[in-house]
């Protein structure tokens, strides 16, 4: 095979793999959710060497996910760490032959404590599943390894079962975008969520025309307005709204004509309109579905305060 060939081989058995865990889900799955959504402490990831690399990454989705969580090293643990267990906590264990040394040690101490034990092996007979609370099997039939020893379709396995966990409690906790935002405030994905229109909005020299204005005149305005646009205002309220791509189409139909046509005859009754604490990312879902560049934005009688246009929601 070629070296592009072993690349797929390998992409399609660990797809192999996550497909025929499906099955294996059952109640032991609900019961962890359960367990994990009555938490009232911290969901406490723990785990070994590859195991323990995954476990990182699984805790890091839970906390970003609503789900107080952190990975605990059970070698740190035996010189000083036992102090972070609690009887409020969860444990989640992650082995996948469940017959971890220093994984198992910790397992005496849990149960001293009543700390319930979720454990996450590819063993459902190991000492490890036989000591938890619940047992989620992610076991493989073989790594995509070729020599099937490196851990490969059993660490995919194992970090597909976090991400399951971890949107099965989103769901059970009706986890929203701006409650996502709050843990990843120095982001893109944050700012768009946190970031109003107020924040962003064209608010000074808006092209601001009236219904009967004639389009030579109104052309000039929505020029130097530089927005693409022009509102139309009639008793202090929004009107309309025209855009260049408008005027443009006003041109070609009338030609010589055009100068006698007004605004009234060419814009839009019944623009998109925001108020001014409306999210960032809600106006770009606005102007996605309805494929425009700008919305105006508006108090609740119609109003206009700003404008804001597809460059003002790159934050």
């Known amino acids: ?15 192999q793999a996550l497909l025929a865990l499906i099955p294996k889900i059952d109640d032991n799955f609900d019961r962890a959710v359960a367990l994990m959504l009555g938490c009232t402490g911290k969901v406490i990831v723990t785990g070994v060497g590859k195991s323990g690399d995954v476990g990182r990454k699984i805790a890091g989705t839970l906390s970003s996910t609503g789900t107080p969580s952190f990975f605990v090293n ?3 643990a035996y010189h000083g760490n036992l102090g972070v267990f609690t009887p409020h906590d969860v444990v989640l264990a ?7 040394d220093e994984l198992l040690r910790l397992v005496p101490f849990l149960a001293h404590h009543k700390i319930p034990v979720v454990a996450m092996s590819g063993n459902p007979q190991s000492l490890l599943a036989k000591n938890a609370t619940c047992h989620i099997y992610v076991g ?11 851990p490969t379709s059993s660490t995919t396995a194992t970090l597909a079962m976090g991400d399951a966990l971890a949107v099965a409690l989103m769901e059970e906790r009706h986890f929203q975008p701006q409650d996502f935002a709050q843990f990843h405030p120095g982001g893109e994905l944050g700012k768009r969520l946190l970031t109003t229109a107020d924040d962003v909005m064209h608010r000074e020299d808006l092209p601001v025309l009236t219904p009967g204005m004639k389009l030579g005149e109104a052309i000039m305005l929505v020029s130097r307005g530089k927005l693409g646009l022009g509102v ?25 004509s055009f100068f006698d046509h007004t605004v009234d005859d060419i814009m839009t009754h019944t623009p998109k309109m925001v108020q001014p604490q409306t999210k960032i990312s809600e106006i770009q879902r606005i102007m996605q579905q309805y494929k425009i560049h700008s919305v105006l934005v508006a108090d609740e009688s119609r109003r206009l305060l700003g404008v804001v246009d597809h460059y003002s929601c790159m934050v």
């Open 1 to 15: 095979m070629s070296t592009r060939e072993y690349g797929i081989q390998c992409l399609r058995d660990e797809a």
């Open 74 to 76: 059970p070698l740190d």
């Open 94 to 100: 992650i082995s996948n032959s469940g017959q971890t």
């Open 140 to 150: 493989v039939e073989r790594e995509a390894c070729p020599l099937n020893l490196a």
């Open 232 to 256: 139309a205002i009639d008793d202090e309220r929004i009107a309309g709204i025209i855009t260049d791509g408008d005027l443009r189409r006003a041109i070609e139909r009338w030609q010589a």
